[in-house]
C-alpha cells in the first residue's frame, strides 16, 4: 500500500518576479512571446502583472515603448508621403476636424419594404396594454 500522506505534493518550482519582469522586457511587453521564455504559462505573466507592481509597471512601461515605438513608424511613412498613412491619421486624430468616415445604412424590411414596428409604452391604469401603438 502507498502512503499519500508522507508523499510531496508535485508543485512547479515558482518563477521569480525578476524573471518576469526580464523577460517582458526582452520581449517589449508580448506577453505571449515573454512567458515562453520564462518557462511558464501566459496565465503566470498576468496574474504577475495583477498581483506585483513593479511587474506591471514594467509590462506598461514595455508597452508604452511599443505605441511609440509604432507611431513613430506611422509618422515616418507620414514624411514619406504614404496616402494610407496620412489617412488613417487624419481618421483617428483629426476627427473634429472631419476627417470622418461617414457610413449609411438603409435598413428595410422583406422584399424592400417597410420595417414594421410594435412599441409598447406600458400598462395604461386599467393595468392592460391598451396604450400599445403599431407602426406599418
Same mark, same amino acid.
Given at each position: 500500500?502507498?502512503? =499519500? ?8 518550482? @515558482? ?8 523577460? *517582458?522586457?526582452?520581449? @517589449?511587453? *508580448?506577453?505571449? $512571446? ?15 502583472? #495583477? ?9 506598461? =512601461? ?18 514619406? &508621403? ?7 491619421? $487624419?481618421?483617428?486624430? =483629426?476627427?473634429?476636424? &472631419? ?5 449609411? #445604412?438603409?435598413?428595410?424590411?422583406? #422584399? &424592400? ?8 409604452? &406600458? ?14
Amino acid at each position: 500500500m502507498i502512503d =499519500h500522506k508522507n508523499k510531496p505534493m508535485c508543485k512547479q518550482p @515558482r518563477i521569480s518576479k525578476e524573471k518576469i519582469i526580464a523577460a *517582458l522586457i526582452a520581449k @517589449r511587453g *508580448l506577453v505571449y $512571446l515573454a512567458a515562453e521564455m520564462a518557462g511558464c504559462s501566459v496565465a503566470t505573466v498576468y496574474n504577475y502583472i #495583477n498581483k506585483y507592481p513593479e511587474v506591471a509597471e514594467a509590462a506598461n =512601461h514595455q508597452n508604452g515603448m511599443m505605441g511609440d515605438f509604432a507611431e513613430g513608424k506611422l509618422f515616418e511613412a507620414i514624411k514619406n &508621403g504614404d496616402a494610407w498613412a496620412i489617412a488613417f491619421y $487624419l481618421k483617428t486624430k =483629426h476627427k473634429k476636424r &472631419g476627417y470622418v468616415e461617414k457610413i449609411e #445604412n438603409e435598413i428595410t424590411g422583406s #422584399n &424592400g419594404g417597410p420595417i414594421k414596428t410594435r412599441i409598447i409604452i &406600458g400598462p395604461d391604469e386599467d393595468g392592460d396594454n391598451s396604450n400599445d401603438t403599431t407602426g406599418d
